[in-house]
């Protein structure tokens, strides 16, 4: 287990990049950290594999504080914990076996050994044909194969990836999001994925926390916190397309609030159903939904003309199973 406990960074300039944040990421969890530009997603990762050095709080791992190792014993413990970086930081002047290799030649290991284990690992990545070609020689998905299976040659109980797809092209991206997943069942190892990309999030993650402005603003099962979030910075991340509109309106507006959690089939006209059987007139204001992990999630905003039809279209959402409630937005 990772536990991050009160975790603060400060830098020279009197910047705070990172207050007073707290996590919990269990063993075998593919955890997402998500958040805009200058959230603090980037310090996060550093300081969890302490390439940054924070102002306070602590990062255990397995129950060790990190920040209390002295250099030796932290060069050990980073072993376990390897980084996965947006611009792949291939070695261009190597080949893809020895990129893959390179982490072994800083230690004792076989060379015989070695050479297998790095064929294996190209192997593991889809790129056993490519262990003589050159990083030059790749397209942007190959290099980040690549650039995988390097972090994977330490053995590592951790695998740290800062913004992994963000060079991507969408079809490249499902491969490597893909091949993440694969070797987090088949290898049982703990994944945190920074991003700004919800998609990232929804398609592999588990567990998700939103940072803003240095701060955790949620945290949870990624499916709670897409079905029903709760702070503004996490409501935006859900409604990018509209929900600045709602909570800047200058006048008090009611709504019901209509979540899809996975567990009613959305092939149902539910919504149409419920306006000729309750004989209300409903408007849409909002609608977005969403599939994670085979699944569909997601929300509507419906605006109803009073409050007698809107008992009337809550009555017969719970009745049918939905999750629904009114709400209020205003400036």
């Known amino acids: 287990m990772i536990e991050i406990s009160n975790l603060s960074k400060t830098y020279s300039n009197e910047v705070e990049a990172l207050k007073n944040v707290n996590l919990k990421i269990c063993d075998g969890d593919i955890y997402g950290i998500i958040g805009l530009s200058g959230a603090g997603k980037s310090t996060l990762v550093r300081c969890i594999d302490l390439l940054e050095k924070p102002s306070s709080g602590t990062i255990k791992i397995d129950d060790i504080d990190l920040t209390a190792l002295n250099d030796k014993q932290l060069r050990g413990k980073r072993k376990e914990i390897s980084l996965i970086f947006q611009n792949f930081n291939l070695l261009e002047q190597k080949t893809c076996l020895q990129n893959v290799l390179f982490p072994l030649t800083l230690g004792s290991h076989d060379k015989k050994q070695a050479i297998q284990k790095g064929m294996d690992l190209l192997s593991l990545v889809g790129l056993q044909d490519k262990a003589n070609s050159y990083p030059s020689q790749l397209s942007g998905g190959q290099k980040q194969r690549v650039a995988i299976a390097r972090a994977l040659a330490t053995d590592p109980k951790v695998l740290l990836c800062d913004e992994p797809t963000s060079a991507l092209d969408p079809q490249t991206t499902t491969s490597i999001l893909q091949l993440l997943s694969d070797i987090n069942k088949k290898m049982h190892i703990t994944i945190i994925i920074i991003t700004h990309q919800m998609s990232v999030v ?60 996975g567990e009613i089939l959305t092939e149902r006209p539910i919504i149409a159903e419920m306006t000729t059987q309750t004989q209300t007139l409903t408007s849409i204001f909002y609608a977005s939904t969403k599939s994670i992990n085979g699944k569909v999630y997601g929300s509507m905003l419906l605006s109803v003309q009073n409050q007698e039809q809107t008992d009337k279209v809550l009555d017969y959402l719970h009745s049918n199973g939905l999750i629904a409630k009114e709400v209020v937005f205003n400036a």
Do not use: H, W, Y
């Not at 509109?245 to 019901?256: A, G, H, L, V």
């Open 202 to 261: 929804e398609s592999i993650c588990n567990k998700v926390a939103i940072l803003s402005a240095g701060t955790v603003a949620e945290n949870g099962k990624v499916d709670e916190v897409f079905s029903n979030p709760q702070s503004n910075a996490a409501k935006k991340m859900v409604f990018p397309e509209g929900f600045d509109d709602i909570i800047n309106r200058k006048e008090q507006k009611k709504f019901i609030r209509v979540v899809f959690d």
